[in-house]
């Protein structure tokens, strides 16, 4: 299997060689073309002046032949032999007196050939045409030496050429294939489960992009990978903190230690509800990742939809000394979605805010179209969120505070599952926060007709 270098070389020199070997062979036949053509010139300027040499002796063109071009007279007419006089002589009344190349004597010649030939003056009078036919000059040593080396030139001169266009081939092509052997090196070390992988970005064109986009997919690879494993650790705390207070209250009730009684009785089965709250919202996740969260979308209407939600959570809000608020823009349409998951969504959304906002805070739940989408809100007054953890806080597990416990922050899956609900609805969800001001969880779904 040849390599893309030696691929690209050998198209480079291919195309070099072929371009190289078509313009020496123009060259040489133009060349040795219009040599032969300058012969040609050479030789019919001299018949003129022989022949008009002629008449200006004879008065006519009786007895005119060859031999009145012999050695002597101004330069000689060489051709090849047996190839034929390449001109015709004609009277001034248009008949031949001297044949050429497929002409006879005594023939009387078109008026666009006399045209096309060359007049013969004697004291300013025309008395003859030169007819000239194609040429077939036979050339002398000196004049032969002088193409064969003109010839050598074209050839040395095509052989550095593709020398260079090689050295050029070469260079280009180890520059372009490069990106691609880098790429090739730090994939191979991705493959071997070296993750922290980058290649240089040298260009800004496609290799460019490519060795971009390959930094990227690489670090949100890294990037889930590290969650994958925090995720692994956060599921084995998750579950072993519920677990470790089941066992230990049971055992000390089986030990005599602690006598049964209620109280032990309803620690154990709150901490029993919080184990399968968590393994639920564990399948919820699994299966909205695998697309197989089932969906029964209907036309819902989102004030009663946030009423609903008002309602739900008003006397826990209540009892933590906390307002919620609603505005709902009047005439929404309605929208196409799963009411039971949006109540999820939106519920979850909600207890966090009444997590996080402290007695005499406000939450504030909002509705509004913006252009093709429904936007809601869930605001609340807490302490918010650094910037550059907004992104992160959709994450499987993830707390802004790493030390807190599940009793203080929840399971951490609420927000991961609320972000697939609303993505299997086309819509996007997102969060904005300031420190000290508070979180802002926005959702935009599509205004779009019932799906079946």
């Given amino acids: 299997m040849r390599s893309i270098t030696v691929k690209l070389l050998l198209a480079f020199l291919a195309i070099s060689m072929l371009s190289v070997m078509l313009i020496v062979l123009s060259a040489r036949f133009l060349t040795e073309r219009e040599f032969r053509s300058y012969l040609f010139t050479q030789n019919r300027n001299g018949i003129i002046t022989a022949l008009a040499d002629y008449y200006s002796k004879n008065g006519s063109w009786v007895g005119v032949d060859a031999t009145s ?12 032999p047996g190839a034929g006089r390449f001109f015709s002589l004609v009277d001034a009344t248009g008949h031949v007196v001297l044949a050429g190349i497929g002409d006879n004597v005594g023939n009387l010649l078109p008026q666009s050939d006399l045209q096309n030939g060359i007049s013969i003056k004697v004291n300013g009078q025309v008395v003859g045409t030169l007819v000239t036919r194609q040429p077939t ?56 489960g070296q993750l922290k992988q980058a290649v240089p970005v040298r260009s800004r064109d496609e290799l460019g992009e490519l060795a971009a986009s390959f930094n990227r997919m690489n670090e949100a690879l890294g990037r889930s ?6 995720m692994t650790a956060d599921i084995a705390h998750e579950l072993r903190t ?85 505005q709902v823009e009047p005439d929404l ?37 913006v252009a093709d989408s429904l936007e809601l809100r869930v605001q609340d007054s807490g302490p918010g969120i650094p910037e550059n953890e907004l992104e992160l806080v959709f994450e499987r597990f993830y707390r802004s505070d790493p030390s807190r416990h599940r009793n203080a922050g929840g399971s951490g899956l609420g927000l991961a599952i609320a972000k697939s609900i609303v993505e299997k609805h086309d819509g996007r969800i997102w969060a904005e926060s300031k420190p000290g001001e508070g979180t802002t969880i926005i959702i935009h779904l599509p205004i779009l007709v019932a799906k079946i």
Wanted: proline share 6%; aromatic share 2%; net charge negative.
């Fill in 225 to 230: 990978t590290e969650l994958r494993r925090q």
């Fill in 333 to 369: 349409p309605e929208i196409s979605a799963d009411q039971g998951r949006m109540v999820q969504v939106l519920s979850n959304l909600v207890d966090n805010a009444l997590l996080h906002t402290p007695a005499g805070g406000r939450i504030l739940i909002s509705a509004r179209k």
């Fill in 242 to 326: 519920p677990v470790s207070v089941i066992m230990g209250h049971a055992e000390a009730v089986h030990d005599g230690v602690m006598a049964p009684s209620l109280e032990s009785f309803e620690i154990i089965r709150d901490e029993v509800e919080r184990l399968d709250g968590l393994i639920e919202d564990l399948r919820t996740l699994s299966r909205a990742d695998a697309g197989e969260l089932p969906m029964e979308f209907q036309m819902v209407s989102p004030a009663r939809l946030l009423e609903k939600i008002q309602a739900m959570h008003k006397q826990h809000a209540t009892r933590k000394d906390i307002a919620i608020d609603l």
């Fill in 69 to 80: 071009l012999a050695p002597g007279n101004p330069p000689p007419v060489r051709v090849v």
């Fill in 137 to 192: 000059v036979n050339v002398n040593p000196a004049e032969t030496d002088f193409l064969n080396r003109v010839k050598q030139i074209y050839t040395i001169s095509a052989i550095g050429v593709i020398a260079v266009a090689l050295l050029l081939a070469f260079l280009l092509s180890r520059t372009l294939t490069r990106p691609i052997r880098e790429l090739t090196a730090a994939t191979h070390a991705v493959s071997a």
